[in-house]
Nanobody, 118 residues
Framework: QVQLVESGGGLVQPGGSLRLSCKAP???????????IAWYRQAPGKQRELVAS???????NYADSVKGRFAISRDNSRKTVYLQMNSLTPEDTATYYC?????????WGPGTQVTVYS
């Protein structure tokens, strides 16, 4: 079982930046390092959507809506994946969730709220 905990959300004005963190506090590095970690988001009344993902080999993937603005990275020594979000717009307002899949089981964090307001 993999526990994930997100942090770093908050209120920001359009054009601002935030850095989200996704930590696996109880995982040992041999468990964390091979995992592909993804960030999803869900806005009120909308389906949850994939934002970005990063593999163990640091291959990254981004939704078209965030390409060029968001950057995902990982620090295996800290068992943490980051999502740097720049040039935020009100359309980025959502709850952001961390996700991984291990041996066919999916794990989600509780989420962190990002609100971009004018």
């Amino acid at each position: 079982q993999v526990q994930l905990v997100e942090s770093g959300g908050g209120l920001v004005q359009p054009g601002g930046s935030l850095r989200l963190s996704c930590k696996a506090p109880r995982a040992i590095t041999s468990v964390f390092n091979p995992l592909t970690i993804a960030w999803y988001r869900q806005a009120p009344g909308k389906q949850r959507e994939l934002v970005a993902s990063i593999t163990s080999g640091r291959t990254t993937n981004y939704a078209d809506s965030v390409k060029g603005r968001f950057a995902i990275s990982r620090d295996n020594s800290r068992k943490t994946v980051y999502l740097q979000m720049n040039s935020l717009t009100p359309e980025d307002t959502a709850t952001y969730y961390c996700n991984t899949n291990q041996y066919g089981s999916e794990y989600w964090g509780p989420g962190t709220q990002v609100t971009v307001y004018s």
